[in-house]
DNA sequence: CGTTCGATGCACT
DNA sequence: GTGCATCGAACGT
């Protein structure tokens, strides 16, 4: 059962929180994959540098100013997917990147679409879905989900009552401006969660809380 | 271990 | 024409 609009109408960091734990679902052409998100990252509306929508309403962005609770899907490097979900009221630009899932449904599946993609295979479970580019080819999910709406039966988030761990926030990865703004969540000693954890290597100032930043 | 770098498409200036 | 919310292969230490 999808998620309520209402649970993504909410300030944007709230929302990243509390997905983590949540599952996100795709089913195409029958085939259904599904995983637990570990790992997501707030993006903030027109003053936050790292936002797409730092520069005003564009083509691109347009989604990210409509109503809560839809995707934003938009092709990186000219590679790679990535994913974000629509949060707060229609006019406030805000999305929520996921990042890394903990696949649960459909495991053969994304074996089958990375190994198509890069021919990597032989992937440990906690492979298919590290990293945003990785979970979006894993999952099946390209630039026909944008502005897909998460409260149908398609593309959905729904609460399987998975046992939520340890919380931590740091800074996000990949970006350049606006690098100062702890607003990364992850849920600690997942082994799909992408990137450097807290306390590993490097020290990067990643902070275990259950608050927000 | 660590760092660099190419692939590859398109939105935006 | 420039610059990416990435990934992983290839190289250096």
């Known amino acids: 059962m999808p998620l309520p609009r209402s649970f993504y109408a909410r300030s944007t960091l709230d929302v990243a929180r509390d997905l983590l734990g949540k599952v996100l ?8 994959t599904a995983g637990v998100i570990v790992e997501a990252e707030a993006y903030v ?7 797409h929508a730092a520069t005003g309403p564009t083509g691109r962005n ?31 630009p805000c999305a929520v990147l996921i990042r890394a899932l ?13 190994a198509a993609a890069r021919g990597a295979r032989g992937l440990p479970d906690h492979e298919l879905c590290r990293g945003p ?9 390209t630039i026909r989900d944008n502005r897909a709406d998460l409260c149908g ?4 988030l729904e609460d399987r009552g998975v046992p939520s761990g340890d919380v931590a926030w740091s800074p996000r990865i990949g970006i350049t401006a606006g690098a100062d703004r702890p607003w990364r969540c992850f849920l600690v000693g997942t082994p799909s969660v992408s990137g450097w954890h807290a306390g590993g290597r490097g020290g990067r100032g990643a902070q275990a809380s259950r608050n927000l930043p």
């Open 25 to 32: 679902v795709h089913r195409v052409r029958g085939a259904t």
């Open 45 to 51: 509306g027109e003053t936050d540098p790292a936002c």
């Open 62 to 92: 347009r989604p990210m100013y409509g109503e809560p609770g839809h995707a934003y899907v938009y092709l990186n490097y000219g590679v790679h997917f990535l994913f974000n979900i629509v949060t707060e009221p229609a006019g406030h």
């Open 102 to 114: 903990q696949p649960i449904d459909g495991l053969a599946t994304m074996r089958r679409r990375r």
């Open 133 to 141: 580019g990785n979970l979006t080819r894993a999952m099946g999910i």
């Open 153 to 156: 039966d398609r593309l959905f």
